[in-house]
């Protein structure tokens, strides 16, 4: 906090000295008024990529896991499948934003769509690997009692993965946020009903950017605040799953 | 080499095991041990004891010959690590093996006091979960896993190679109490002569390569056995034979 104070002081002598213009570089100042006198808006806009970013990670933390599922009960689907994952990691949205938009059309269900893309990779990676790399001494004692295939999921690779989950959780909540600003940016908006990318967008734009600034900085908050539930869900999650009792 | 029984509990008959044509690990193997048994298992690293354990388990196929397991035998292994879950409880951990083969609720719980109370295990360490237990309880909680499915047969792969030495002789002496109250027929594999001669009924020295026999040290001394056999004459002399026997078979000079 201190730190964060001293930047911002800098910042704003910074600005007195130098005479920038608002439009350039504005002041912390000139933010701290566009965030107060342009506040419903920015709530509306952040309550809104909130719910996407939201609705984006639950819907990727649900099929991350059912495909991870999948993947670890057959080798000939994972080695099939799996580059078609990675396939999500690096497809840029602007190539197929235009393909969403013709399947789909513009609004949040095709923002939500942007977000599940972009942030289902870490979920599929990380819980597979979970339910895979399994230390075969515990493999061989489901085996010595004649576990079926059933029961060593549920009973093994299902908590086994559980802190592989968590970790790759808190990657996908921060991607989910850019996701659902990117998806606004090319596939989700309307004239009365917009998000924080869009208002990235029409701010920047009209060179409102103490208005851009503050919408980055409600971007940001938004991602803190996501990643920071999910953290401490995450934590209380694996207070049974210290592993260093074994 | 083996000790013949008209029905040995377990048989080992010509087994060989190869992970590949390179690797050997047993070669036309013959070990029998009888009901009620207790037999140590003794050999340099790599010579095939571990492997031995997981082929009378059922864990491991062998590339030719047969494994004989009499009956129905329920059998349990007791590995090296406690290989306990960490998420969860020592008495969750205890009833796995009975959750796996579908007991019902009360019986389970029943078999799971019974084994903690073997353990000397108080009902506070009972919903501990392992990363608040020492080694030596997670040694104890293992077997206490093992033993809940009242097994006729009780394999151990060098479970208390990784205590001191304090603790392994107060747990063998524990293990001698859990033999003798249920007369199940064990076979222990270890690298500490001192523990196979206490433990056991006899001790098989097993020696590396693939041509070479095993061999018999008879232990005869009279049970219960305490810790004060350790000072014992003929027990130092037992010992000391297998040691030999560990180093004939290794091909050292003998001093």
């Known amino acids: 906090m201190g730190l964060l104070l001293v930047v911002l002081a800098g910042w704003q002598i910074a600005s007195w000295w130098f005479d920038w213009p608002e439009f350039l570089m504005p002041a912390p100042t000139d933010v701290g008024a566009a965030i107060a006198n342009d506040g419903d808006r920015l709530l509306a806009a952040t309550l809104r990529t909130g719910l996407a970013a939201l609705a984006g990670f639950g819907t990727s933390l649900v099929v991350g896991v059912l495909i991870a599922i999948i993947f670890s009960q057959s080798r000939l689907v994972r080695s099939s499948c799996y580059p078609y994952a990675i396939f999500l990691q690096t497809v840029p949205i602007i190539a197929i934003a235009p393909l969403i938009i013709t399947w789909f059309g513009t609004g949040f269900p095709s923002v939500v769509l942007v977000t599940v893309i972009i942030s289902l990779f870490p979920i599929i990676a990380s819980t597979t690997s979970g339910l895979l790399v399994i230390d075969e001494d515990l493999l061989e004692l489901f085996r010595l009692y004649r576990a079926t295939r059933w029961q060593v999921l549920r009973k093994l690779r299902l908590p086994h993965a559980i802190p592989y989950l968590v970790t790759g959780a808190r990657t996908s909540s921060g991607m989910a946020v850019i996701g659902a600003i990117v998806g606004e940016f090319f596939v989700g908006h309307t004239t009365t009903h917009y998000g924080l990318g869009h208002l990235v967008l029409i701010t920047s734009q009209h060179l409102k950017t103490a208005n851009l600034f503050a919408a980055v900085i409600a971007s940001a908050v938004l991602g803190i605040a996501l990643f920071g539930t999910v953290t401490w869900v995450g934590s209380t999650l694996l207070a049974r799953w210290d592993t260093t009792g074994d | ?255």
């Open chain 2, 1 to 255: 080499m083996d000790c013949t029984t008209t029905h040995p509990a377990l048989a080992l008959d010509r087994t060989t095991v190869a992970f590949d044509p390179e690797h050997v690990v047993l070669d036309q193997v013959d070990l029998e041990i009888a009901t009620g048994e207790f037999v140590g298992l003794v050999g340099p690293s790599g010579c095939g004891k571990s492997t031995v354990l997981r082929l009378l388990a059922g864990l491991l196929e062998p590339n030719s010959g047969t494994v004989h397991r009499s009956g129905t035998q329920r059998i349990a292994l007791v590995f090296q690590e406690p290989n306990l879950l960490p998420w969860r409880t020592v008495e969750e951990n205890i009833r796995l093996p009975l959750e796996l083969a579908g007991m019902d609720a009360t019986e389970t719980h029943r078999r799971v006091n019974e084994s903690l109370e073997l353990i000397g295990f108080t009902v506070a360490d009972a919903s501990k979960r392992p990363r608040e237990l020492s080694g030596g309880m997670r040694m104890r909680v293992s077997l206490a896993r093992a033993l809940v499915t009242r097994p006729d047969v009780l394999l151990l792969d060098e479970p208390f190679a990784a205590l001191d030495d304090l603790l392994r002789e107060q747990l063998n002496e524990e293990l001698l109490a859990i033999h003798a109250a249920r007369n199940t027929t064990a076979v222990f594999v270890t690298h500490n002569v001192s523990e196979a001669v206490f433990l056991s009924d006899r001790v098989v020295v097993m020696p590396p390569g693939t041509d070479r026999e095993f061999t018999d040290v008879p232990v005869e001394f009279p049970r219960p056995r305490t810790a004060s056999l350790r000072a014992d004459a003929t027990f130092a002399r037992l010992a000391g034979e297998v040691s030999a026997r560990l180093r004939q078979a290794s091909g050292e000079v003998e001093r």
